[in-house]
């Protein structure tokens, strides 16, 4: 029945969202992590002005796992964006590391892309069920009889 298919891309939607957000916490917490720790190894080795950087990409990886979690569009866009630096940075001359680095936010912001248009294009279209006008729901025919 076409509703029970309704339904099932409705399912499916939901689990691929939670995926890309377990894959998106996965991420930000590994540099999350990975910066905390720079921060307390760079304090030690040359004090408060060693850690600027480091702080600072903990704030924008903060600020980018909210994006997505809650903007999807956005966060999407914004991980594309950071994955495209990220490679032009590193790709000229380390193409593995320029894929170990970007890859993952790429591909967590066109997964993020995807399931925001699957949102707004199951939003767009009715049910199977609910094609009936409003004539055919009280019993009445197309030509009101």
Same mark, same amino acid.
Request: no cysteine; net charge negative.
């Given at each position: 029945m076409i509703v029970d298919s309704a339904v099932a891309t409705g399912n499916r939607l939901v689990i691929l969202r939670w995926i890309?957000?377990?894959?998106?916490?996965?991420?930000?917490?590994?540099?999350? #992590? #990975?910066?905390?720790?720079?921060? #307390?190894?760079?304090? $030690?080795?040359?004090g408060p002005k060693g850690i600027v950087v480091h702080v600072l990409m903990t704030v924008i990886i903060v600020i980018l796992a909210l994006a997505a979690w809650f903007l999807e569009l956005v966060g999407g866009i914004l991980l594309i964006v950071l994955a495209g630096l990220t490679f032009y940075k590193w790709g000229l001359h380390q193409s593995v590391v320029a894929l170990t680095l970007s890859l993952p936010p #790429?591909?967590? $912001?066109?997964?993020?892309?995807?399931c925001w248009a699957r949102t707004r294009l199951s939003a767009r279209l009715p049910l199977a069920g609910n094609r009936h006008t409003s004539a055919d729901s009280k019993g009445k025919g197309a030509t009101g009889e």
């Open positions: 890309v957000r377990a894959m998106l916490v996965l991420w930000a917490g590994f540099w999350l #992590f #990975f910066n905390i720790a720079s921060i #307390f190894y760079w304090l $030690g080795e040359e #790429f591909i967590i $912001g066109v997964l993020l892309i995807i």
